[in-house]
């Protein structure tokens, strides 16, 4: 177990998440935001003086109002990272009832998406006996991808 978190803290223990949000953003990108907690609460905010986090995406696929992105957390690994960094950008995930907008949630009722579009799609790390890579996948939901 604590080899897995040496590779988790060091970023070789990689994570590619499929994710559908509104509007459609460039066909790919890195958003580089700090973040940090709000208060008590389970909300985290962008903010200059927060903690180090870059998310890169590719777009994958579009319908004219959403779009289908693959995701990886190129540094940090913060608790909603992904979510806060597309929020920040104007492509809330659909289904996010915390991070989305008004545009945002009528779009997933529009859509019938009925919880959060974000999907850990690919996980691969090194064998902490072993040495080989290790990787395991996961199919991205059929409702989530509806449309596109």
Do not use: C, M, W
């Not at 803290?9 to 459609?24: F, N, Q, S, W």
């Not at 990108?29 to 995406?57: C, F, I, K, M, Q």
């Not at 991070?99 to 998406?113: C, I, K, M, N, P």
């Amino acid at each position: 177990a604590r080899a897995l978190f040496e590779q988790l803290k060091d970023g070789r223990l990689e994570r590619t998440y499929r994710a559908r949000v509104a509007g459609i953003p460039a066909a790919e990108g890195e958003v580089d935001l700090a973040l940090s907690p709000r208060g008590e609460g389970e909300r985290v905010e962008v903010r200059p003086n927060g903690l180090a986090a870059r998310t890169g995406y590719r777009l994958v696929g579009a319908d004219g109002e959403s779009a289908l992105l693959e995701l990886r957390l190129l540094e940090g690994g913060r608790k909603h990272q992904i979510r806060v960094h597309l929020a920040a950008i104007g492509h809330p995930l659909l289904g996010d009832p915390r991070y989305g907008t008004s545009f945002s949630t009528a779009l997933s009722q529009r859509l019938g998406v009925e919880r959060l579009a974000l999907h850990a799609v690919e996980l691969r790390f090194e064998h902490p006996e072993r040495g080989d890579e290790q990787r395991f996948t996961s199919a991205f939901p059929a409702e989530l991808s509806r449309g596109l």
